[in-house]
């Protein structure tokens, strides 16, 4: 009788709004300590204050994606009223990262899932692969860290794309200190479980 292979259960960590000190080192101190890749999704701004925390994570494995530069709330309605805007927005980052990293990305995720039918069309014509999420921690939320920890864990499925934040809007917001306590115990739960860790 053969035996089949067995291929683990994978789970895509990912993080959004960064780069922002000291939290977006401190997650990637504990991927390292766990040997796991994730996937950042970076703000064209943020690069530009932290360039060397994203040669980081490129140097450590992990993967950048594009986020838009301002991450601006009226990024959601420039979407459908003045995707032009929104398209530079996304061309001015992906240079910024290039420059910082030498990485040419072609992932995107809009800010809050929220994007045009129009710009998916433009952004997949441009090679671009578009990646939302199913499980929200809901960090951004001001919650504890057991509370993220149990969004995670109670919800993680195969294939799981899992939802953070190391950055944020405002002073109060960028604060992500629950986070940084939250993904040790996720990332031990999620082992004991079985689960491989990807990168998208
Ligand atoms: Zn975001």
């Not at 390292?32 to 703000?43: G, N, P, Q, S, Y």
């Not at 925390?53 to 992990?62: L, Q, S």
């Not at 799981?160 to 604060?175: A, M, W, Y």
Request: glycine fraction near 4%.
């Amino acid at each position: 009788m053969e035996t089949e292979a067995l291929t683990p259960p994978k789970v895509f960590l990912t993080f959004d709004d960064g780069p922002n000190e000291p939290y977006t080192s401190q997650i990637l101190d504990i991927l390292k300590e766990f040997d796991i890749r994730a996937t950042f999704f970076v703000c064209g701004k943020n690069v530009e204050h932290y360039p060397e925390v994203v040669k980081r994570m490129v140097r450590e494995g992990h993967v950048v994606g594009n986020h838009t530069y301002s991450h601006s709330r009226i990024l959601t309605y420039a979407s459908f009223l003045a995707p032009k805007f929104l398209i530079s927005e996304i061309e001015k980052t992906a240079v910024i990262i290039q420059r910082a990293t030498g990485i040419t990305t072609k992932l995107f995720r809009p800010p809050w899932g929220i994007l045009a039918p129009s710009i998916q069309k433009y952004l997949r014509s441009q090679g671009y692969k578009i990646v939302y999420w199913d499980i929200a921690s809901c960090d951004w939320k001001k919650i504890s860290a057991k509370t993220i920890e149990k969004n995670v864990v109670d919800n993680v499925k195969p294939d799981s794309i899992v939802l953070f934040h190391d950055g944020g809007e405002d002073r109060f917001h960028k604060n992500h200190a629950e986070t940084v306590l939250a993904l040790r115990p996720i990332i031990q739960n999620a082992q004991s479980r079985g689960y491989a860790f990807e990168k998208t």
